[in-house]
């Protein structure tokens, strides 16, 4: 990481000397400096060593619970949406401004990793969430944090309608965090047809989908719920009758 230039974060003395004191690589105290090391890894090109942990007293490792794999693998679908909805707006904001988008995006293997994470909290989306952050800072943009939206989202005063439980990252289960990356594509999306109406002398609010559909969108927390579909419909019609590009997620 010297030789390149590059800063990485490394975990702390102590942080590896608790894994290692534990004897086993899938232990709690394993994760943290396991994922640092994985995260500074992806900053410098660099494919991560990983290896097949034994379980305590030898054998074969077990297999990972039913659904395991398939749910991560749902996780990072979602952290894809937003995460290609994000880049999308950095991308436009730079071309405007007459700079190289790559020069402002993320690495494509640090979006990579952030995916395979599936959480966009994890150490290995910070690389990828911390080049989208300066980005958009640089173009004096509001950065849509993958968490609650805020008072002024588009999205946060359809879905506060619906009785939530407090959901902060550390916390969040699976189904929050898929809601709350949803949210804030969503919110992208709505924020771009809003300002598309206005321009062209329009009324956003024939344009756009009904709050409650939105908050049963975000509710389901999937992209290809029947709650979703019915609001991306909507916009995709909204976008079409505006002349605009839709942002498709995933896409």
Same mark, same amino acid.
């Given at each position: ?92 904001? %730079?071309?405007? *401004?007459?700079?190289?988008? @790559?020069? /402002?995006? !993320?690495? $494509? =293997?640090?979006?990579? +990793? &952030?995916? #395979? ?39 946060? %005063?359809?879905? *506060?309608?619906?009785?939530? @439980?407090? /959901?902060? !990252?550390? $916390? =969040?289960?699976?189904? +929050? &965090?898929? #809601? ?59 976008? &079409? ?11």
């Amino acid at each position: 990481a010297q030789e390149l230039g590059t800063p990485v974060t490394l975990p702390t003395d102590a942080e590896v000397a608790a894994c290692v004191a534990a004897v086993d690589l899938r232990a709690t105290a394993c994760s943290a400096p396991l994922a640092l090391l994985e995260a500074g890894y992806v900053q410098v090109g660099m494919p991560f060593p990983s290896l097949p942990a034994p379980p305590p007293g030898g054998g074969e490792p077990p297999p990972p619970g039913p659904g395991v794999g398939a749910a991560q693998a749902a996780q990072g679908q979602v952290l894809a949406v937003y995460l290609d909805s994000v880049q999308e707006r950095l991308r436009q904001a %730079a071309v405007q *401004a007459g700079d190289d988008p @790559a020069t /402002v995006l !993320p690495a $494509a =293997a640090a979006v990579q +990793a &952030a995916v #395979a994470s599936g959480d966009p909290w994890s150490a290995a989306s910070a690389p990828a969430l911390d080049a989208l952050r300066q980005g958009y800072a640089r173009y004096g943009l509001r950065f849509p944090e993958p968490g609650p939206a805020g008072a002024g989202s588009a999205v946060g %005063a359809a879905s *506060a309608q619906a009785p939530a @439980a407090a /959901v902060t !990252p550390t $916390a =969040a289960g699976s189904g +929050a &965090a898929d #809601a709350q990356l949803l949210e804030s594509y969503l919110d992208l999306v709505l924020r771009k047809l809003e300002r598309a109406a206005v321009d062209q002398g329009r009324d956003p609010a024939d344009l756009k989908p009904a709050p409650e559909d939105v908050a049963a969108a975000v509710r389901s927390g999937r992209v290809d719920s029947a709650e979703t579909t019915r609001v991306l419909m909507r916009l995709r019609a909204a976008y &079409a009758e505006l002349g605009l590009a839709f942002i498709e997620p995933g896409g």
